[in-house]
């Protein structure tokens, strides 16, 4: 019968252990690694869909300065005719159409948590666009809100409302446009933000 001696296997049971506390610690990097890289990838489509929306916001926008501009000069001419003839009878007519824009995917990321894997300025970028968005919008509602209050004004009253629309709609109009600009400096930035990875 052959006897144990523990005293010489020690060294062989340490390096045995050396090596599987090694391979399991490898394994963990290796599978937190894997984790990360997935982290990244989702972090770049969220970006990606980020920067989309916010180019299709933009679009959007532009097309409808213009219809606002129009909308704009139509009722400052309104005013005037109004003011320069008291006996005017001239009726005020236009179409607005409201700027339908979205903010899913910057929700998502934030619902998601993946903005966590964003650069900090890219989460201020686009922390600061989408306040601007929620002003836009905000001041498109109560736009919105008024033009339906033009369908129960008497003759009498139009010159007065024609003057807080158009008050309102200049202020969404100087909105627009800067809010165009922020949105032109945030997707501009996207490069000099993938060239830093």
Not at 21 to 50: G, H, M, P, T, Y
Not at 57 to 82: A, G, M, N, P
Request: contains cysteine.
């Amino acid at each position: 019968m052959t006897q144990f001696n523990f005293k010489k296997r020690i060294p062989d049971i340490l390096l045995e252990s050396f090596f599987i506390v090694s391979a399991l610690l490898l394994a963990l990097a290796l599978d937190q690694w894997r984790d990360n890289q997935n982290e990244l990838a989702l972090a770049d489509k969220a970006k990606n869909a980020i920067y989309i929306e916010l180019a299709d916001s933009k679009r959007k926008l532009e097309e409808k300065q213009i219809d606002h501009q129009k909308i704009l000069e139509t009722i400052q001419s309104f005013i005037r005719e109004r003011e320069s003839n008291k006996d005017s009878r001239e009726g005020l007519q236009f179409e607005y159409s409201m700027v339908l824009i979205s903010n899913s995917a910057w929700s998502s990321a934030k619902m998601t948590q993946i903005v966590q894997s964003f650069d900090f300025g890219e989460i201020t970028n686009f922390s600061q666009i989408y306040q601007m968005q929620t002003l836009f919008l905000a001041n498109q509602n109560e736009i919105i809100e008024k033009v339906m209050e033009m369908g129960e004004l008497e003759d009498s009253e139009l010159l007065g409302f024609a003057k807080g629309l158009e008050h309102r709609l200049r202020i969404l109009v100087d909105i627009n446009k800067n809010f165009c600009d922020g949105l032109d400096s945030v997707i501009s930035e996207r490069s000099s933000f993938d060239e830093g990875r």
